[in-house]
């Protein structure tokens, strides 16, 4: 059986398990942000295709521009992207035939580009109920790999590590000369985002990958950028092919960060929702991580493996997110996206009912 190794494809995985998908289905694998685009995009949307007809500015001058006003850092200290999966490709080619740590559970990306270029590949993993970094463990494996990869907040827990810890983490990366990069794709969900990127643009072993796509909802146009010293992007970046970002992209992503209001509203929403779920999960006897972000794991703790409720679910149109090929999970819980409110009520509603049948 081989599920997909990324959410947002139910076909794929109906036809793996050998189940008929359903007239209708809500996908809880996908974790962009359920409120949509910016409204932005679509009131210029006209002017955005008007783009199409031109090469896109290969320097992203004025994404660039916005960015590094937007989080207080040089242009020149910027590297977009054709999203953030192009530049863990990027960051992989780099390191080609290098000694890599994971720490995990993690996004499974890092692992398969890394391992198409030769590196050798190490995990830490973290544990529950609260996943957080173990300072010892930690220490002996940074000392022995050239890079380390850390996602913050963690794909698929949605745990903020604390802060002291992960300073820790850059400054013992700093000492032992190896290459961390910090993979922020989902921190501006946090009602408390920390970013290390200020840190990064002074350090020559540090790198921070954001993405756009989530927050803003635009995944099908792709856009992502790294922060690092000029040097060090200049290095990461020879790998990169010409006009990698179009045109659409870059102009959306001007307006994306031009809204700042989206942000805000998507943050309460969030806090709100998230609080409401998690109170029902409790309430039910379901296990969930202590999530700062818009999406979750969850298990129900009277199960080892978690099929029989997956399968449940997607009986019902519910697709969650599984963890088979996560290190340190292994099917073991669910990540779940936190929905518009109408769908996040069906979800509790068939957890409700397989409380009650089982």
């Known amino acids: 059986m081989r599920l997909p190794a990324h959410g947002s494809n139910p076909d794929h995985l109906f036809s793996a398990l050998g189940m008929t998908k359903p007239a209708e289905i809500v996908d809880f694998s996908v974790n962009i942000n359920p409120l949509g685009a910016p409204g932005a995009i679509k009131d210029h949307w006209p002017s955005l295709l008007a783009e199409i007809d031109d090469y896109p500015d290969p320097s992203a001058s004025e994404l660039k521009q916005m960015i590094g006003d937007h989080e207080g850092v040089a242009a020149s200290q910027l590297l977009p992207g054709n999203g953030a999966s192009e530049l863990i490709t990027l960051i992989a080619r780099y390191l080609h035939?290098?000694?890599?740590?994971?720490?995990?559970?993690?996004?499974?990306?890092?692992?398969?580009?890394?391992?198409?270029?030769?590196?050798?590949?190490?995990?830490?993993?973290?544990?529950?109920?609260?996943?957080?970094?173990?300072?010892?463990?930690?220490?002996?494996?940074?000392?022995?790999?050239?890079?380390?990869?850390?996602?913050?907040?963690?794909?698929?827990?949605?745990?903020?590590?604390?802060?002291?810890?992960?300073?820790?983490?850059?400054?013992?990366?700093?000492?032992?000369?190896?290459?961390?990069?910090?993979?922020?794709?989902?921190?501006?969900?946090?009602?408390?985002?920390v970013t290390f990127i200020q840190k990064a643009v002074r350090s020559r072993f540090l790198l921070v990958l954001r993405s756009l796509t989530k927050m803003y909802s635009i995944a099908g146009l792709r856009l992502g950028f790294l922060?690092?010293?000029?040097?060090?992007?200049?290095?990461?970046?020879?790998?990169?092919?010409?006009?990698?970002?179009?045109?659409?992209?870059?102009?959306?992503?001007?307006?994306?960060?031009?809204?700042?209001?989206?942000?805000?509203?998507?943050?309460?929403?969030?806090?709100?929702?998230?609080?409401?779920?998690?109170?029902?999960?409790?309430?039910?006897?379901?296990?969930?991580?202590p999530s700062a972000i818009n999406f979750y794991l969850i298990k129900d703790p009277s199960l080892d493996d978690q099929e029989a409720l997956f399968q449940f679910l997607l009986q019902r149109g519910l697709v969650l997110r599984h963890t088979y090929n996560f290190p340190g999970l292994e099917g073991t819980w669910f990540r779940v996206a936190i929905k518009k409110k109408a769908e996040n009520d069906l979800l509790m509603e068939a957890l409700a009912e397989w409380k009650q049948g089982n």
Not at 131 to 141: G, N, P, S, V
Not at 143 to 163: I, M, R, S, W
Request: aromatic residues 10%.
């Open 97 to 193: 035939g290098k000694k890599v740590l994971i720490i995990h559970p993690a996004f499974s990306e890092y692992a398969s580009a890394c391992r198409n270029e030769d590196c050798t590949i190490f995990y830490h993993v973290v544990h529950p109920p609260h996943w957080q970094l173990e300072k010892q463990a930690l220490q002996k494996d940074i000392e022995n790999v050239d890079a380390v990869f850390v996602c913050h907040p963690n794909n698929p827990t949605g745990v903020q590590y604390d802060k002291p810890a992960v300073d820790w983490l850059i400054d013992a990366c700093e000492q032992s000369k190896t290459l961390l990069i910090i993979d922020e794709a989902f921190y501006d969900f946090a009602s408390d985002p």
């Open 227 to 289: 922060a690092g010293q000029q040097e060090l992007l200049a290095r990461i970046q020879k790998t990169q092919p010409h006009w990698s970002l179009n045109a659409i992209a870059l102009k959306a992503g001007v307006l994306c960060l031009n809204d700042q209001q989206h942000s805000r509203q998507t943050r309460q929403y969030m806090d709100t929702e998230r609080a409401r779920l998690f109170s029902f999960l409790k309430e039910n006897e379901f296990l969930h991580s």
